[in-house]
């Protein structure tokens, strides 16, 4: 299966977050490339954000590298250093125990895309702004350890 038809996988917009974390990403559509092409060694998605959308919350992986190349559009990096523009053909890149938190936003009035790759093993992270973390069950939970009762699996 060397090519791929990226329409004929299913195009989703669910995410796990508790509320009110979900709101920043439902103009967040996604494809999960791996289990549809049957890849298992790593996670791949090819990723939407339409204008106004956040492709996350801002989080880093315990146990997870993380790779990000820009297909189309434009969306701004937010890491802790600053603010840096993406464009077609860039890419970043985190290691994994980096807790250099990191997310896009698509500040543009059009749509961008990317493909975003992981791997390593989920043993948990967090997120920066907010009081959220994840763990390696793939639950959400304050960054106390107590659970969010509203929140769902990781997505």
């Not at 992986?61 to 434009?74: C, I, K, Q, R």
């Not at 603010?83 to 290691?95: F, H, Q, S, T, Y």
């Not at 992981?118 to 939970?141: H, K, P």
Request: proline residues 5%.
């Amino acid at each position: 299966m060397p090519k791929v038809e990226l329409e004929s996988i299913e195009q989703v917009n669910r995410t796990g977050y508790p509320s009110p974390f979900n709101e920043d990403v439902r103009g967040r559509w996604y494809r999960r490339l791996g289990p549809a092409t049957g890849l298992t060694d790593f996670g791949v998605s090819h990723v939407v954000l339409k204008p106004g959308a956040w492709s996350s919350q801002r989080h880093w992986h315990d146990g997870e590298d993380e790779f990000l190349v820009m297909l189309s559009g434009e969306a701004i990096l937010v890491e802790d250093d600053g603010r840096i523009l993406l464009r077609p053909g860039d890419i970043a890149v985190w290691p994994k125990g980096s807790t250099n938190g990191h997310h896009l936003r698509n500040e543009s009035g059009q749509d961008c895309s990317f493909v975003v790759v992981g791997g390593g093993t989920n043993t948990g992270g967090g997120y920066s702004d907010i009081d959220l973390a994840f763990t390696g069950e793939g639950s959400y939970v304050h960054k106390d350890g107590t659970p969010y009762e509203s929140a769902g699996r990781l997505k």
